[in-house]
């Protein structure tokens, strides 16, 4: 059995340098989406609790985040914690915020990234929005990847808000319903969504094998191609990773044409 182990340790090894070795980096996604999904389901498989599960794909971001670094990925979206997450039990939930807040804390002492909440902020305890808060100030001046963390995050709930912020800058600036209502453009939304000015994401992965959205960026994601990978968050391995970035490579991105 350890022997066998070995030998297939060994073989992914080779692999992922043969794939990474014909890796175009010309082709690779400037924007990635990543739907980390199956942290329960991995822990299930593997005898652990939902809060190991959670910890295991925890400890994989900063993982993830150097083979993007190494492959030339300019900004890159986790989807942390969903707004309908908040309807689990407090005895998973709990432990979930205290684990989210560590990757934001241990994302901002890396001194790599540039760290940028997209969410709501509100639904969040104060706890975290500190912690956030600290993160974007403290890596504001880093040249490394813009890591968007989505925390409390739902594409229905920021499109409502970006239609709210729109109200409220015509409200501010003395410009009627008619005249917000004449001037509103795609532009005018797009720049209104919690990513800003940032490119659209080119390509959105999801692991666990699940091969639906679930609300994740749906007005920035409209252009975008996806990848649906059966290995759960925590067991995501770099040939896994290189796999979405070939497959990506080889497609003809029509934007809707």
């Known amino acids: 059995m350890i022997l066998r182990d070995k030998l297939r340790n060994l073989l992914v090894r080779l692999y992922t340098r043969r794939v990474e070795g014909h890796l175009d980096h ?75 807040e560590d990757v934001v804390r ?23 929005q500190t ?48 005249e917000l209502a004449e001037a509103v453009d795609i532009d005018m939304i797009g720049r209104h969504l919690y990513t800003g000015a940032q490119p659209d994401p080119d390509l959105v992965i999801r692991t666990s094998g699940e091969q639906r959205l679930s609300g994740f960026m749906l007005w920035q994601s409209a252009h975008s191609e996806y990848y649906f990978c059966d290995v759960f968050w925590p067991a995501f391995r770099k040939v896994d990773f290189l796999r979405a970035l070939r497959d990506y490579a080889a497609r003809h991105r029509r934007f809707g044409g």
Not at 86 to 98: A, G, K, N
Not at 149 to 166: F, H, K, L, N, T
């Open 26 to 100: 010309a082709q690779v996604p400037k924007h990635i989406g990543v739907i980390m999904d199956g942290n329960r389901r991995w822990a299930k498989a593997a005898g652990s609790t939902t809060a190991q599960g959670h910890r295991a794909g925890a400890d994989k971001v900063e993982e993830f985040l150097g083979w993007c670094s190494e492959t030339d990925v300019e900004v890159v979206t986790l989807w942390l914690l969903s707004t309908d997450n908040f309807d689990r039990p407090q005895e998973e939930l709990v432990p979930l915020l205290d684990i989210i």
């Open 106 to 128: 241990t994302l901002a002492d890396d001194g790599r990234w540039r760290v940028h909440h997209v969410g709501t902020m509100d639904l969040l305890p104060q706890r975290i």
């Open 131 to 178: 912690a956030l808060k600290e993160a974007e100030s403290a890596t504001a001046d880093n040249t490394g990847i813009l890591v968007n963390v989505a925390i409390g995050y739902g594409g229905r709930q920021e499109i409502a808000d970006a239609v709210r912020s729109m109200l409220f800058e015509a409200q501010e600036q003395g410009t009627s319903l008619a």
